[in-house]
T-cell receptor, first 114, second 114 residues
Framework: EAQVTQNPRYLITVTGKKLTVTCSQN?????MSWYRQDPGLGLRQIYY???????DKGDVPEGYKVSRKEKRNFPLILESPSPNQTSLYFC?????????????FGDGTRLSIL | AQSVTQLDSQVPVFEEAPVELRCNYS??????LFWYVQYPNQGLQLLLK??????LVESINGFEAEFNKSQTSFHLRKPSVHISDTAEYFC????????????FGGGTRLMVKP
């Protein structure tokens, strides 16, 4: 089954404690991205990756890091989380947004930073 | 910079009534357009998209959207909604000149009442 898997699904942590949200896809997609979803703001892109070792900033990259060492994995790293990063995060992958293939989303990770 | 505006944050409607969810965009270059649906506690799923060709696009579950270039709109319609259509709907664009960054609207919560 084609899927994008995020872990953890829920996390409550404290300010300044480094955390990583993992994302893995099994569709051999080249393109992966991270979004955060906040009420009234829709989804805003944090980072995206066009292929292995190729990453670029989205709309709201501050406070986040990513890496793409393997095609299937695209972890999101918060080196020093702050309360304004409390949000719902989604990872997505596709073979290309302009193709006829849709972008597949994970089920989301709800982060609470106290 | 490009932007997407969904004018209605919530749309309550009775079952079997028609519905229109509005989406307008702003961009200095031509765009591709998407509608995504998010059911409770799930990720986003592509509902339909316009890349080229006929300006009227349809989904498998009865939704349709029409690209209107002069009005920079991509409104989503369904002639008769079901309770199961209750979800949040997001309009999104991508610039067709470069990049792979989706810009989302703030979302519209469709609430179908019996």
């Amino acid at each position: 089954e084609a899927q994008v898997t995020q872990n953890p699904r829920y996390l409550i942590t404290v300010t300044g404690k480094k955390l990583t949200v993992t994302c893995s896809q099994n569709m051999n997609h080249e393109y992966m991205s991270w979004y955060r979803q906040d009420p009234g703001l829709g989804l805003r892109q944090i980072y995206y990756s066009m292929n292995v070792e190729v990453t670029d900033k989205g709309d709201v990259p501050e406070g986040y890091k990513v890496s793409r060492k393997e095609k299937r994995n695209f972890p999101l790293i918060l080196e020093s989380p702050s309360p304004n990063q409390t949000s719902l995060y989604f990872c997505a992958s596709s073979s290309g947004l302009r193709s006829n293939q849709p972008q597949h989303f994970g089920d989301g990770t709800r982060l609470s930073i106290l | 910079a490009q932007s997407v505006t969904q004018l209605d944050s919530q749309v309550p409607v009775f079952e079997e009534a028609p519905v229109e969810l509005r989406c307008n965009y702003s961009s200095s270059v031509s765009v591709y357009l998407f509608w995504y649906v998010q059911y409770p506690n799930q990720g986003l799923q592509l509902l339909l998209k316009y890349l080229s060709g006929s300006t009227l696009v349809e989904s498998i579950n009865g939704f349709e959207a029409e690209f209107n270039k002069s009005q920079t709109s991509f409104h989503l319609r369904k002639p008769s909604v079901h309770i199961s259509d209750t979800a949040e709907y997001f309009c999104a664009i991508i610039l067709n000149n470069a990049g792979n960054m989706l810009t989302f609207g703030g979302g519209t919560r469709l609430m179908v009442k019996p």
